[in-house]
């Protein structure tokens, strides 16, 4: 059987979930169905998403090994250069879909197999590792911003734990936007890095100048009630992860008195997948890149993701 490198979880580790990522060899991948087809990688980036299946979150014994990786740019079997949109029907899953690395092999590989409607054309003029940040963080902070958020109604938005993936884009897109942007972070480097991208840092919990009309929340517990705190009447609190906790205490008169709109949401549609590349391309928006690393040095991104010093995405080049 034809073999591939990828990088997967042969097990769970929740303490240690660096321990439990495995780079080695795996069967090629087939296409499960006619409309399916094979993608040559040529950059991903990782995710928390990736440490969280290391942990054992969202995936059981059953199916490992698991090749990890949700985000890809690669060419199409027609030579063209294509970005995965990673979202797919999955019949069974409560969801009705899975990201790549839930049900289907991920993108941390030389190839992986996704349907032909997935693939979006890559950009002129982008490369592909920056390509290889939207499709996941990017795409996730785009739908918080604008369809969750209604960010165009607003002037101000606070982000939490500014340092992270989808909290970079969501400060960078903001201010490609032309709001008013504070973002927290618990580290004094990172706050200088978020000022140079034109947000206002602050410390965690800090009292903000004005209360905000969104906010970014993606560290859970941890922030959740300075989100409230912050947030003005009518706000919208956007929540797309939990990083520190999923489950914080709510001040629920808080809630209603200020009329605040609390709102989950996961990843993006194909058609805001192909608006945020637009507006990226329209705009001169370029990803927040932490380091590009080889493939060949993956265990490597792992660990910097794992270290928690990144700012922004860590990318993965699969043709260094
Ligand atoms: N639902 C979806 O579709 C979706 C999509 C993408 C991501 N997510 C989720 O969103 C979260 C962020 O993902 P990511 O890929 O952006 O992760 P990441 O790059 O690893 O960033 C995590 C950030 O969270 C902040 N943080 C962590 N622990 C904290 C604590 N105790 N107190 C305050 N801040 C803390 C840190 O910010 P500072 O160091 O700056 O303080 C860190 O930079 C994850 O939980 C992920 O699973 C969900």
């Given at each position: 059987m034809p073999i591939m490198r990828a990088a997967f979880a042969s097990r769970f580790d929740d303490a240690d979930p660096l321990a439990a990522l495995t780079v080695g060899e795996r069967p090629e991948p087939t296409p499960p169905a006619d409309d399916w087809v094979t993608v040559q990688l040529r950059a991903t980036s990782l995710n928390h998403h990736d440490l969280w299946s290391l942990r054992g979150v969202g995936l059981t014994e059953a199916q490992l090994p698991m090749i990890l990786g949700c985000d890809a740019v690669g060419v199409d079997p027609e030579g063209r250069p294509v970005v995965v949109y990673p979202v797919v029907v999955t019949p069974g899953d409560p969801r009705g879909v899975s990201i790549l690395s839930e049900?289907?092999?991920?993108?941390?590989?030389?190839?992986?197999?996704?349907?032909?409607?997935?693939?979006?054309?890559?950009?002129?003029?982008?490369?592909?590792?920056?390509?290889?940040?939207?499709?996941?963080?990017w795409l996730t902070a785009w739908r918080m911003l604008t369809t969750k958020g209604r960010v165009a109604e607003a002037d101000s938005v606070l982000v939490q734990g500014a340092g992270g993936g989808v909290a970079t884009a969501a400060v960078a897109l903001a201010v490609a936007m032309g709001k008013r942007v504070y973002a927290t972070s618990r580290d004094a480097v990172k706050r200088d890095r978020i000022s140079a991208l034109g947000a206002t840092a602050v410390e965690p919990g800090a009292r903000l100048p004005e209360r905000v009309d969104v906010v970014i929340e993606t560290v859970g517990a941890a922030t959740f009630d300075h989100s409230l705190k912050s947030a003005a009447p009518m706000a919208r609190i956007v929540v797309s992860g939990a990083t520190a906790g999923h489950e914080p205490s709510v001040n629920l008169r808080r809630v209603f008195a200020m009329q605040l709109e609390i709102l989950g949401t996961s990843m993006g549609t194909p058609g805001e997948l192909y608006e945020l590349l637009a507006f990226c391309s329209d705009n001169e928006v370029r990803p927040v890149v932490d380091c590009v690393i080889p493939f060949s040095r993956v265990e490597d991104a792992f660990a910097r993701l794992h270290s928690g010093d990144a700012f922004g995405k860590v990318v993965i080049d699969h043709e260094a």
């Amino acid at each position: 059987m034809p073999i591939m490198r990828a990088a997967f979880a042969s097990r769970f580790d929740d303490a240690d979930p660096l321990a439990a990522l495995t780079v080695g060899e795996r069967p090629e991948p087939t296409p499960p169905a006619d409309d399916w087809v094979t993608v040559q990688l040529r950059a991903t980036s990782l995710n928390h998403h990736d440490l969280w299946s290391l942990r054992g979150v969202g995936l059981t014994e059953a199916q490992l090994p698991m090749i990890l990786g949700c985000d890809a740019v690669g060419v199409d079997p027609e030579g063209r250069p294509v970005v995965v949109y990673p979202v797919v029907v999955t019949p069974g899953d409560p969801r009705g879909v899975s990201i790549l690395s839930e049900h289907f092999a991920g993108t941390l590989a030389e190839r992986v197999v996704v349907p032909r409607s997935n693939l979006i054309p890559l950009p002129d003029g982008m490369a592909a590792t920056d390509a290889a940040c939207l499709p996941t963080a990017w795409l996730t902070a785009w739908r918080m911003l604008t369809t969750k958020g209604r960010v165009a109604e607003a002037d101000s938005v606070l982000v939490q734990g500014a340092g992270g993936g989808v909290a970079t884009a969501a400060v960078a897109l903001a201010v490609a936007m032309g709001k008013r942007v504070y973002a927290t972070s618990r580290d004094a480097v990172k706050r200088d890095r978020i000022s140079a991208l034109g947000a206002t840092a602050v410390e965690p919990g800090a009292r903000l100048p004005e209360r905000v009309d969104v906010v970014i929340e993606t560290v859970g517990a941890a922030t959740f009630d300075h989100s409230l705190k912050s947030a003005a009447p009518m706000a919208r609190i956007v929540v797309s992860g939990a990083t520190a906790g999923h489950e914080p205490s709510v001040n629920l008169r808080r809630v209603f008195a200020m009329q605040l709109e609390i709102l989950g949401t996961s990843m993006g549609t194909p058609g805001e997948l192909y608006e945020l590349l637009a507006f990226c391309s329209d705009n001169e928006v370029r990803p927040v890149v932490d380091c590009v690393i080889p493939f060949s040095r993956v265990e490597d991104a792992f660990a910097r993701l794992h270290s928690g010093d990144a700012f922004g995405k860590v990318v993965i080049d699969h043709e260094a």
